[in-house]
């Protein structure tokens, strides 16, 4: 039987307005064990900007919350599948600077979306996708943070909707510094069957034979508003979705995905965004 201190650490994407190390405070309020911000504002270009000072405040702390899974999520305009060379140069430096920040500040990762290739096709935008990631990789040189790959919803020719993509972009890469985020949402709305424990557990038999669980770093924890195979991205709270709870009680349940990090990105039952009640329906479905 399930060991009661196995099961996955419950976090929540956070505010980090007025500075990262309030994620912190802003966490312990809702009982999150896990961390995700937007260090930068997400639908502005930007990375983050470190001086010794912030560095410190932050690592202090980093050290006093006693060191949980923190994760950057970068800007959603980044884009490395697209024809506009400008947007992909735009997206390299960017991720670059998101990468060596997080690297700078000794958190695990950076979670991004490649972005869409707009009908052009994932074979022939491969090589480019890959052309950018290895500079990324080159320019920030991360020696403990991970860049972590999302799976999409699939909509607009997204990348990464099918695991097989995700495979090919870490095959094509070859470097263990980079590793995959699964959104629970993305999964379902791209066609991969989460709501009971028989769909549960043939997804995620399909993600290990397909990308393998060594690269899986974190889970995005999210119910979705709309259907099976519909390809948008709507997340809901926890239970008031397509998913429901029999899904995620399984999801928490699943052997494989034990001991990972499951980060809410929810609108809330205030619309706030996530909260201590959506963390509470976690807790109480992974008892
Ligand atoms: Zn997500
Ligand atoms: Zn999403």
């Given at each position: 039987m399930r060991q009661t201190d196995a099961v996955p650490i419950l976090g929540a994407h956070v505010e980090a307005t007025g500075g990262i190390h309030l994620a912190f405070p802003r966490a312990a309020a809702m009982g999150a064990e896990a961390i995700q911000v937007h260090p930068t504002p997400p639908h502005y270009?930007?990375?983050?900007?470190?001086d010794q000072e912030r560095v410190e405040r932050f690592r202090a702390?980093?050290?006093?919350?006693?060191?949980?899974?923190?994760?950057?999520?970068?800007?959603?305009?980044?884009?490395?599948?697209?024809s506009d060379a400008t947007i992909r140069q735009r997206s390299e430096s960017t991720l670059a600077g998101y990468l060596a920040a997080a690297d700078q500040l000794g958190i695990d990762g950076v979670i991004f979306h490649t972005g869409s290739h707009k009908g052009a096709g994932f074979e022939?935008?491969?090589?480019?996708?890959?052309?950018?990631?290895?500079r990324v990789l080159e320019r920030a040189d991360p020696q403990r943070t991970r860049l972590l790959?999302?799976?999409?919803?699939?909509?607009?020719?997204c990348v990464g909707a099918r695991f097989e993509e995700l495979r090919a972009m870490l095959d094509g890469l070859q470097d263990p510094r980079v590793g995959v985020c699964l959104d629970t949402c993305h999964a379902f709305a791209s066609?991969?069957?989460?709501?009971?424990?028989?769909?549960?557990?043939?997804?995620?038999?399909?993600?290990?034979?397909?990308?393998?669980?060594?690269?899986?770093?974190?889970?995005?924890c999210n119910d979705s508003q709309t259907g099976l195979g519909s390809n948008r991205d709507r997340h809901a709270n926890i239970g008031q979705g397509e998913i429901g709870e029999e899904g995620f009680r399984a999801l928490l349940h699943e052997p494989r995905l034990q001991r990972l990090p499951f980060i809410l990105e929810v609108p809330g039952f205030e619309g706030k965004g996530p909260d201590r009640a959506n963390l509470e329906i976690l807790r109480r479905l992974a008892a």
């Open positions: 270009w930007g990375s983050p900007k470190l702390a980093f050290e006093a919350a006693g060191q949980p899974p923190f994760f950057f999520h970068a800007v959603y305009l980044i884009n490395l599948a697209g022939a935008m491969l090589p480019t996708i890959l052309g950018h990631l290895r790959i999302e799976n999409n919803a699939g909509l607009g020719g066609g991969y069957e989460v709501r009971t424990v028989e769909g549960v557990q043939q997804t995620l038999d399909e993600w290990e034979r397909v990308v393998g669980l060594d690269r899986l770093v974190a889970v995005h």
